[in-house]
Every structure is written in structure tokens, then in C-alpha cells.
């Protein structure tokens, strides 16, 4: 079965310093990988999504996430973290004919002044 | 935009009532969602549908059941609702995997 494991429950940051999110997967073929992005008492939003082709993909608000098959990772990174960044980051995945789409747990950024 | 409108955002209800959640999408997507969030469980699918009645149990399916008979809309069903039942339910719609989240439902149960 397929499964979304994000190791970190919660993060805290300096603003302007850089951030990596990690993302590992099960799941016997390729996937769809996606992350999204929770800020309080808000709806989920996508940040970027991941198919096939390049391995490095961008996203909205200067996010970008790097698949490594080898590794079966999909970790999420920010060059320079902005205060507004704080939020809850989930990591999906998308399996099967059926679509399923499932996330992990987590992860909640704090960041500090 | 893509508009998915979950029928309440606030919900109180007694042990043992039939509860019903309803969740509208308008961009005529094939796939739609269910999901709980709880503090530091993430989101937890309930159950899904990839077509007009077509439902397949999530990983949560226990107390839960599903309604698709229009294609816009996906009902969740709380058969007699119980104290662990409160949370915040999620209702999604997706296509190629990209999902819209409606606000969500923050259920209690007493």
C-alpha cells in the first residue's frame, strides 16, 4: 500500500535563512507527488506538483521540491524563508486508476524574527 | 476559479444522530474526497469517489459512509455519530491530482 511519511512534526526557522521540508514515499511505481501548503484557518493551496520529466520542480511563492527515485524522496526547499511562510506543509501522493490521494502528517513551520 | 463549498463550516451534534456532510464542486471533476484533520495525525482519507456512484474505501472508512449520485456532488455520512468523530472534515476535488480544498467542516459531537 501506498504511504506519505514526513519525518519532521515541526520545524522552526529564522526568516531569511533556507528551508528544507523532507518527504519520503512508498509506492511500487511513479508517482505524483505534490505539495501543499496550510496557513491558519485557511484551506489547503497547492505549492507544486511533480509528474514526470525534470526531477526539479518550481513552485508559487519561490518553493521548489527535488524527486530522487533512488531515495524515494520529494523534499520540499526555500532558498530565504519569509515570515509569511509559517503555515503547515503537507506532502501528497496520487496512486492508481482510482486517483487516490493521499498526505502525510505534516509538518508545521514556525518562523522567527 | 474552481469552487468546491462544503455545506457547513460549524456543526454541533449529539452521540448517536445520522450526520450528514455535503460538498459541492463546479469544475465538473471526476474525483472527489474525503479527509479528517486532527492535531498531528495530517489528513486522513476517509473515502473517495472517481465517478458517479463509484466509492472506494480511504484508510478511515470505519463509522463513515458516501453518497456520489451527481457528479458534483459527494455526501459523507456519519451512520451514529460518536465522540471520536469530532474533527475537522475536508472535502476535496481533483483533477490530474492537482486537489481544491473547500474550508472544511469543524464537527462536534457531545
Known amino acids: 500500500a501506498q504511504s506519505v511519511t514526513q519525518p519532521d512534526i515541526h520545524i522552526t526557522v529564522s526568516e531569511g535563512a533556507s528551508l528544507e521540508l523532507r518527504c519520503n514515499y512508498s509506492?511500487?511505481?511513479?508517482?505524483?507527488l505534490f505539495w501543499y501548503v496550510q496557513s491558519p484557518g485557511q484551506g489547503l493551496q497547492l505549492l507544486l506538483k511533480?509528474?514526470?520529466?525534470?526531477?526539479l520542480v518550481q513552485g508559487i511563492k519561490g518553493f521548489e521540491a527535488e524527486f530522487k527515485r533512488s531515495q524515494s524522496s520529494f523534499n520540499l526547499r526555500k532558498p530565504s524563508v519569509h515570515w509569511s511562510d509559517a503555515a503547515e506543509y503537507f506532502c501528497?501522493?496520487?496512486?492508481?486508476?482510482?486517483?487516490?490521494?493521499?498526505f502525510g502528517t505534516g509538518t508545521r513551520l514556525q518562523v522567527t524574527l | 476559479d474552481v469552487k468546491v463549498t462544503q455545506s457547513s463550516r460549524y456543526l454541533v451534534k449529539r452521540t448517536g444522530e445520522k450526520v450528514f456532510l455535503e460538498c459541492v464542486q463546479d469544475?465538473?471533476?471526476?474525483?472527489m474526497f474525503w479527509y479528517r484533520q486532527d492535531p498531528g495525525l495530517g489528513l486522513r482519507l476517509i473515502y473517495f469517489?472517481?465517478?458517479?456512484?463509484?466509492?472506494e474505501k480511504g484508510d478511515i472508512p470505519e463509522g463513515y459512509s458516501v453518497s456520489r449520485e451527481k457528479k458534483e456532488r459527494f455526501s459523507l455520512i456519519l451512520e451514529s455519530a460518536s465522540t471520536n468523530q469530532t474533527s475537522m472534515y475536508l472535502c476535496?476535488?481533483?483533477?490530474?491530482?492537482?486537489?481544491?480544498f473547500g474550508q472544511g467542516t469543524r464537527l462536534t459531537v457531545v
Open positions: 509506492y511500487g511505481a511513479t508517482p505524483y
Open positions: 511533480y509528474f514526470s520529466g525534470d526531477t
Open positions: 501528497g501522493l496520487e496512486t492508481g486508476t482510482a486517483s487516490k490521494l493521499t
Open positions: 476535496a476535488s481533483s483533477v490530474r491530482g492537482e486537489a481544491f
Open positions: 469544475m465538473d471533476h471526476e474525483n
Open positions: 469517489s472517481y465517478d458517479v456512484k463509484m466509492k
